[in-house]
């Protein structure tokens, strides 16, 4: 069983804030990601990181940052958060080595008033 | 760049077999999976076949690989309303390196 959290899981906040959100994993995987995906709607990557102090664009352009100071979290932060930031967003990771199958946390749904 | 492609509706029948087909166009590829989302919740990853490989059965799960044709089909066996839910063909080891490509994902309506 894949252990990756995701928190906030709803976060409903007004326009301009700073906001982060937050994944971490325990099964030691070098490799983590962060999709965004509209509700039922395909899968957008927008960050990824080959380990600690990697960090990647996507293949959609992010107004979003992100950081990898520890292996185990690769928190996601929106300066000043807008409506069009208003989705769904997905954290993964892959384990060492060779490519395999990806781990998904539960997600966080982001609403921007 | 690199794609994969799937049918976007699928409707069956409680007790019937389900079929999800899937193309994709990258013949490096090396793991080709596939993934259930149910409302709200993040992709959990259902089975996945390796490329030397033309089938892979899991309980009411068949997965057929066609290498050739650089097709994937699900086939659930004895589809249960619970089994209602977007299916996610995707891929990896190919061209793209350890990044994983998404199809759009296949919308299954099980009917009562």
């Known amino acids: 069983e894949a252990d990756i959290y995701q928190t906030p899981r709803y976060l409903v906040i007004g326009t301009g804030k700073k906001i982060t959100l937050e994944c971490s994993q325990t099964?030691?995987?070098?490799?983590m990601y962060w999709y965004q995906q509209d509700p039922g709607m395909e899968l957008h990557l927008i960050h990824y990181?080959?380990?600690?102090?990697?960090?990647e664009k996507g293949d959609l352009s992010s107004e979003s940052t992100v950081s990898r100071i520890r292996t185990e979290h690769f928190p996601l932060t929106l300066e000043s958060a807008r409506p069009s930031h208003t989705s769904q967003y997905l954290c993964a990771s892959s384990a060492r080595g060779a490519v395999g199958p990806q781990h998904f946390g539960d997600g966080t749904r982001l609403s921007i008033l | 760049g690199e794609d994969v492609e799937q049918s976007l509706f699928l409707s069956v029948r409680e007790g019937d077999s389900s079929v999800i087909n899937c193309t994709y166009t990258d013949s490096s590829s090396t793991y080709l999976y596939w993934y259930k989302q149910e409302p709200g919740a993040g992709l959990q990853l259902l089975t996945y076949i390796f490329s030397n490989m033309d089938m892979k059965q899991d309980q009411r799960l068949t997965v057929l690989l066609n290498k050739k044709d650089k097709h994937l089909s699900l086939r659930i066996a004895d589809t249960q309303t619970g089994d209602s839910a977007i299916y996610f063909c995707?891929?990896?080891?190919?061209?793209?390196?350890?990044?994983?490509?998404f199809g759009a994902g296949t919308r299954l309506f099980v009917k009562a």
């Open positions: 995707a891929e990896s080891g190919g061209t793209g390196g350890f990044k994983t490509i």
């Open positions: 990181s080959y380990g600690v102090n990697s960090t």
């Open positions: 099964m030691g995987h070098d490799k």
